[in-house]
T-cell receptor, first 113, second 111 residues
Framework: DAGVIQSPRHEVTEMGQEVTLRCKPI?????LFWYRQTMMRGLELLIY????????DSGMPEDRFSAKMPNASFSTLKIQPSEPRDSAVYFC???????????FGQGTRLTVV | QKEVEQNSGPLSVPEGAIASLNCTYS??????FFWYRQYSGKSPELIMS????GDKEDGRFTAQLNKASQYVSLLIRDSQPSDSATYLC???????????FGSGTRLSIRP
């Protein structure tokens, strides 16, 4: 299996622009997580899906952030409009079952200028 | 109170010694506990999973869980320079099943 695949690996955008991050979970996994990592705040859980349904989005910082999972093999995290403080590494992770470990993608490094 | 707490370090250990990393968590009914290793600029990589009280060994790594004390630890025996990384403790809660990470402990193995 190719593991969790994220795209793009790097994104540089101007403040105010829309940014879409993409994730393909490991085939057969039924849980998907979006995390954001910064030096100041560490690894923060943004949103968690189970069987394509958003279960907990309490970590989504603002209405500017939205996430979807239209099917079991694809998820997006959108930021509109983007701000410099959104600059971070965004990770997607997936797991099989509700007690299992999660496996991470390579991450997307987002820079908003 | 943070849900998962770790000492940020850095923890400096001589090569060949035992490195001991600690983690406490607040949700008393958490069921699943994980240790991840993260090299600079890379994504977190799973090292160990532990689900029941006691010790679990895998090569040079031993995870220890004490649910009564809400405490998880990771021991690394015969530490190598390649073990220098940030180690993240993670807990999967019992209800919503989300996985929460500690802030990580930076480990440095000195030759």
């Amino acid at each position: 299996d190719a593991g969790v695949i994220q795209s793009p690996r790097h994104e540089v955008t101007e403040m105010g622009q829309e940014v879409t991050l993409r994730c393909k979970p490991i085939s057969g996994h039924n849980s998907l997580f979006w995390y954001r990592q910064t030096m100041m705040r560490g690894l923060e859980l943004l949103i968690y899906f189970n069987n394509n349904v958003p279960i907990d989005d309490s970590g989504m910082p603002e209405d500017r952030f939205s996430a979807k999972m239209p099917n079991a093999s694809f998820s997006t995290l959108k930021i509109q409009p983007s701000e410099p403080r959104d600059s971070a590494v965004y990770f997607c992770a997936s797991s099989l079952g509700q007690e299992a470990e999660a496996f991470f993608g390579q991450g997307t490094r987002l820079t908003v200028v | 109170q943070k849900e998962v707490e770790q000492n940020s370090g850095p923890l400096s250990v001589p090569e060949g010694a035992i490195a001991s990393l600690n983690c406490t968590y607040s949700d008393r009914v958490s069921q699943s506990f994980f240790w991840y290793r993260q090299y600079s600029g890379k994504s977190p990589e799973l090292i160990m999973s532990i689900y029941s009280n006691g010790d679990k060994e895998d090569g040079r790594f031993t995870a220890q869980l004490n649910k009564a004390s809400q405490y998880v630890s990771l021991l690394i025996r015969d530490s190598q320079p390649s073990d220098s990384a940030t180690y993240l403790c993670a807990v999967r809660d019992s209800s919503a099943s989300k996985i929460i990470f500690g802030s990580g402990t930076r480990l440095s193995i000195r030759p």
